[in-house]
């Protein structure tokens, strides 16, 4: 990162700088260095994000209204890269980026008020029910259905390949609500578990 920033951006990068300084502990740098993908066990992402959600500071691109830290796009890129330098571990993207987001735009007061402080916090731990047998992540091929029953939805079908299943506590998946929708219609939907 070039050192040419304003003097405010300078000092919120020594910000940075002095909150991993005082927070990440050299188990979870260490953690992060062997990392081998994006997504880390949760044994070790989850400490982090508890840490940072203390600090407001797990959900940099979320609104100050449901738990962000209001920082325009120069702070987020220097939070990211002082984390990616410090090494800090990676937060699972399934609750903080892929379903709160949604649930910030379409879900009722009652969802956002339940939801989105479990996710902030880590206490909701998230997978991702995409692919099924025999049709992977084609939304074309979505066989798994879900039918209202009330205020609710049962769902008949299977899901495979659930990033971070083994560790979840819910799951977000594609459905298809439309029981006679021709494959290429739009008949897919989001569940959430």
């Known amino acids: 990162m070039t050192n040419d920033l304003d003097p405010a951006l300078s000092a919120f990068r020594n910000e940075v700088r002095a909150f991993l300084a005082n927070h990440l502990t050299e188990d979870l740098r260490r953690a992060a260095r062997r990392a081998t993908s994006v997504f880390i066990e949760p044994a070790v992402s989850l400490p982090w994000q508890r840490i940072l959600a203390a600090q407001g500071l797990a959900a940099p691109d979320w609104p100050v209204e449901y738990g962000g830290p209001g920082w325009n796009d120069m702070q987020k890129y220097i939070f990211a890269a002082e984390c990616a330098a410090a090494p800090a571990p990676n937060l699972a993207p399934m609750g903080l980026k892929m379903v709160a987001p949604v649930i910030m735009h379409y879900g ?71 029981p006679r929708a021709s494959r290429r219609r739009g008949s897919a939907s989001c569940c959430l578990i």
């Open 108 to 178: 009722s007061d009652a969802q956002k008020a339940h939801y989105l402080p479990r996710i902030l916090s880590g206490e909701d731990y998230w997978c991702q029910g995409f692919s099924e047998p025999g049709a992977g992540s084609d939304l074309a091929s979505l066989r798994l259905r879900a039918e209202r029953d009330g205020d609710d939805y049962v769902l008949n079908g299977s899901k495979i390949w659930t990033t971070h299943a083994h560790f979840a506590n819910r799951m977000f998946c594609l459905v298809r609500t439309l």
